[in-house]
């Protein structure tokens, strides 16, 4: 069975300080790898994606994610944070076999950036 | 492009009622996601339709759940009777299909259930 483990369960940040949030995923097989962000009020929004090829991954807003297969990680990461990167982050993971194809999400990281 | 619709955006019900909600997808998606996410934790699949068909349906509690995708469009998630640990927020999602290459899930603003 497929799992998702994000250690962190709240980080606090002053702006401009660097972000890196942990993702470890376990499951056997090729996988698609995602991270999602959920600003409050809001609904789940995709901030990036792996499916293959380059392991280091650029999404939306200067955040970046690396693919480390040997790691099982998909840690997530932005140099500099901003007071509206207050959210919750879920790591997310599936199997891309024909069929079922949903996700497996982490129990989430809250991140609060402090002006 | 719309997203995805959920209604009601909240609803409280008295445990051992029953209580319905609805989605409507992104037009032309063929695939729609059910997810229970329980306060502090992540979303867990309850159910996924291809079209009208029930592709995973594993994680649902058919006891007391029941979903329906009739026509391959909308669809909704029954809960009956309810129990107080039903309190979540029900989030429906939907793909473009199941395939490799377009996973990418589109989320609605979800329900959230209060059951008291």
């Known amino acids: 069975a497929q799992s998702v483990s994000q250690h962190n369960h709240h980080v606090i940040l002053s702006e401009a300080a660097s972000l890196e949030l942990g993702c470890n995923y376990s499951y056997g097989g090729t996988v698609n790898l995602f991270w999602y962000v959920q600003y409050p009020g809001q609904h789940l929004q995709l901030l990036l994606k792996?499916?293959?090829?380059?392991?280091l991954v650029k999404g939306i807003k200067g955040f970046e994610a690396e693919f480390i297969k040997s790691k099982f990680s998909f840690n997530l990461r932005k140099p500099s944070v901003q007071w509206s990167d207050t959210a919750e982050y879920f790591c997310a993971v599936n199997s891309p076999r024909t069929g079922a194809n949903n996700l497996f999400f982490g129990t989430g990281t809250r991140l609060t950036v402090i002006p | 492009e719309a997203g995805v619709a959920q209604s009601p955006r909240y609803k409280i019900i008295e445990k051992r009622q029953s209580v319905a909600f609805w989605c409507n997808p992104i037009s032309g998606h063929a695939t729609l996601y059910w997810y229970q996410q329980i306060l502090g934790q992540g979303p867990k699949l309850l159910i996924q339709f291809q079209n009208n068909g029930v592709v995973d349906d594993s994680q649902l509690p058919k006891d007391r759940f029941s979903a329906e995708r009739l026509k391959g469009v909308d669809s909704t998630l029954k809960i009956q009777p309810a129990k107080l640990e039903d309190s979540a927020v029900y989030l429906c999602?939907?793909?473009?299909?199941?395939?490799?290459?377009?996973?990418?899930?589109?989320f609605g603003q979800g329900t959230r259930l209060t059951v008291v």
């Open positions: 999602a939907s793909s473009l299909h199941g395939g490799a290459q377009n996973t990418e899930a589109f």
């Open positions: 792996y499916f293959s090829g380059d392991p």
